[in-house]
Every structure is written in structure tokens, then in C-alpha cells.
């Protein structure tokens, strides 16, 4: 990752920007929405390798600013929402994009009687929290 990092910055002008934008793996519920609650049927399972992903590109962004490439302009985070008419159509979205993640069958089920518990109109969303930060590319 530093590698491209350093690739980033040499094809930046001075004072350029760079982006960081992405998903944090760590403790993405399952809920189901009704009209008067929502309610938690469990969380989906990470692969450990996506935490060290998370934690190799802090460390890698972190190296970059302490070579003087960047420098950390802003920080943010946000809330990212998926939503779903159906369990069967969560699971087959996860299966299909998210190979690092599990949707395990214990919370399958759960998730099943709250729907059918909580009645009509009922969805299954899902959420990760995204980090966002602004770098400006340092030197000449």
C-alpha cells in the first residue's frame, strides 16, 4: 500500500488532494425495519483478513504522512445503509460482493421471526461505518 501511495503522490501536483474513502469491516448489524421499530437480529461475520486491511491502510497512510508526502488536511465518518426486501435477498447480495463476509444462520433465522413478527412492510438493511479523509500532497 505505501508503495502506491508513493506512486499516488508522484503523479500529484504540489498541494494536490488526495481521497482516502472506505468501509471499516468491524461490527456491521442486521436489523430489521418495520414501520414503529427496528430491531438487531445479529451481526455478520468478518473474515479476519479484512481487519488487517483496515489496519495495513491506516498504517500506510500513516507511514506516508510521517515521510512528509501528506499531510492529514480533514477527517470524517458516515454511516452507510444497504437495504433489502428479504433475508434470501441479503444473503444472496453478501454471497455474491461480499467475499469476506458471512451471513451466518443463526442470524438468518433471527432476522426471519422478526420479520415475521414485526408484519407488513417490513425490510433488512445492514450499515458500515465508511471513514473519509482529506490529504494534501507535500513537497515539490
Known sequence: M???LREIWRALTPGGLLLDLRPLSANMP???LGVERAAV???LDTAPEAY???RAADAAMATVERDGLFARERDGAFDFLWYWDTPEEMQAFIA???TDTHLSEEVLVQTRRLMADTGDNTRVRTSANVIISRWRRLGR
Open 2 to 4: 505505501v508503495h502506491a
Open 30 to 32: 442486521v436489523e430489521v
Open 41 to 43: 437480529a445479529g451481526y
Open 52 to 54: 488487517a486491511d483496515d
Open 96 to 98: 455474491e460482493k461480499w
